[in-house]
């Protein structure tokens, strides 16, 4: 049987609104579910239907007005930004639409920063950036900005970002958006790849045929689960 510490997300009954009286929306209700480790789950709903508030709260960017979220089997409801910054650094890698790489860093640079904000002596995170960008096939490409890199290849540099760090959950929001069909499905390969090796990774998208990639689906409509 699976103890609370293979999950590594558990949330109960979040709910989240924004504005105040006539001007309130409510962007998420009751939301229950968890994530164990190793798993890799899509969070699939059409637009307005409370993802991106769901990914802000699972990444620690916001946090609910009500309910409970546990993360790696720590409470952090209710923690406060300075506890967040340095749960976010430790535990999750975020993978973005559109990248948000450092535009002045060369892609070592960029995959190297989180190790630095952990604390690693600039030497030492550029050892481990520069393997993590020989795995992701851009050992050639250290030094180029990401202006001069192609969309397939800067999205693999954030996928580099996200994992150097060694976190518990990898959190991608429309990864592929910004990425033809074909480079899109080698950053899917590639995902999949990495939640074969044991990476938990949850993937947001209003895209069913992106969310089919992952091994389990959650949908999301009107800011509620649908079974
Ligand atoms: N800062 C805000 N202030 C007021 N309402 C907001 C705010 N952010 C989101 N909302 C509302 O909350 C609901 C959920 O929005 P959210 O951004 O989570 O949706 P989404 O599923 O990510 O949509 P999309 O696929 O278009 O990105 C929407 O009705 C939206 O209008
Ligand atoms: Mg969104």
Known sequence: MSNSQDKVIQMS????SYGKSAN???ALSDITFDVYRGEFVAILGPSGSGK???MNI???????DSGQYLLDGEDVTRAKEKVSAKLRNAKIGFVFQKFNLIPKYNALYNVALPLMLQ???YKEAQLIAKEMLDRVGLGERVKHKPSELSGGQAQRVAIARALVGDCSLILADEPTG?????TGHEALDFMQSLNAEGKTIVMITHDVNIASRARRVVRVEDGRLAV
């Open 178 to 182: 910004a990425l033809d069909q074909k």
């Open 58 to 64: 699972i990444g620690l960017m916001d946090s609910a």
């Open 13 to 16: 009954g979040i709910c989240k």
């Open 52 to 54: 991106t508030t769901l």
């Open 119 to 121: 604390g690693k002596s």
């Open 24 to 26: 309130k929306v409510t």
